[in-house]
Nanobody, 124 residues
Framework: QVQLVESGGGLVQPGGSLRLSCAASGSIFSINVMAWYRQPPGKERELVASITSGGSTNYADSVKGRFTISRDSPKNTVYLQMNSLKPEDTAVYYC??????????????????WGQGTQVTVSP
């Protein structure tokens, strides 16, 4: 079965940095878009950044210039480098990916998967 597992969250002071990782595991043939979402307390989940298989990136305006998304395709892993963190960045961060599984019977479509989230807290 395919799973996404996030790591790297924690408590950091304003202005500090964290690097989140998300590793996909299972019988994976290929991964298309990978993305990071976050859900601050009392707010809805929002897109933070995304990256295509070709390396094209998109960022939310609130994190542009501070966060960097990258991926290591052979390791099926996506990263989010977060610099100059603000209290407003406090949220549960979720990994998301479109993944195609191996099949020797028929071609499989891309399916969307979510990680279970990792807590990022920015506080003095």
């Amino acid at each position: 079965q395919v799973q996404l597992v996030e790591s790297g969250g924690g408590l950091v002071q304003p202005g500090g940095s964290l690097r989140l990782s998300c590793a996909a595991s299972g019988s994976i043939f290929s991964i298309n878009v990978m993305a990071w979402y976050r859900q601050p307390p009392g707010k809805e989940r929002e897109l933070v950044a995304s990256i295509t298989s070709g390396g094209s990136t998109n960022y939310a305006d609130s994190v542009k210039g501070r966060f960097t998304i990258s991926r290591d395709s052979p390791k099926n892993t996506v990263y989010l480098q977060m610099n100059s963190l603000k209290p407003e960045d406090t949220a549960v961060y979720y990994c998301n990916a479109d993944i195609r599984e191996y099949s020797y019977i028929s071609s499989q479509p891309f399916r969307n998967y979510w990680g279970q989230g990792t807590q990022v807290t920015v506080s003095p």
